[in-house]
């Protein structure tokens, strides 16, 4: 994945080690474009759901229409499944095409067009 698109991870002991790891090896590669790698705090006592609504703010607005052109309009998760609530928040994004995976899901706009951001309001 991270040779296709820029990656956020949950900052976890593992995760962190590793990303430190590809960061040494990739050194000149930004966080925006394809290999970037983004770390991110999490409470170990949250789920990967809660993980992932507390931090899609901050992604949506790192990779939207006012950032990048164009704006991201699909997002693949890893390790956390697509419930009714993630469906509620990715909808509010424009992100209703979900597409399920062993590990997690793929969410992207029914249009292909841009994602909403949080840079709308």
Do not use: K
Not at 6 to 29: C, G, S
Not at 57 to 77: F, K, L, M, Q, W
Not at 97 to 108: K, Q
């Amino acid at each position: 994945m991270l040779s296709r698109m820029p990656v956020w991870i949950a900052a976890t002991d593992a995760n962190r080690q590793a990303a430190e790891r590809l960061r040494l090896a990739n050194p000149n590669v930004t966080f925006t474009e394809p290999g970037g790698l983004t770390t991110f705090r999490v409470d170990l006592a949250d789920t990967p759901e809660d993980w992932f609504v507390q931090v899609f703010d901050d992604v949506a607005g790192h990779h939207d229409r006012y950032s990048h052109t164009p704006g991201y309009s699909a997002v693949e998760a890893i390790g956390v499944r697509a419930t009714p609530r993630l469906r509620e928040h990715l909808a509010s994004y424009r992100l209703t095409m979900v597409l399920l995976s062993p590990d997690g899901f793929i969410a992207a706009t029914a249009d292909g067009g841009p994602a909403a951001s949080p840079n709308d309001h």
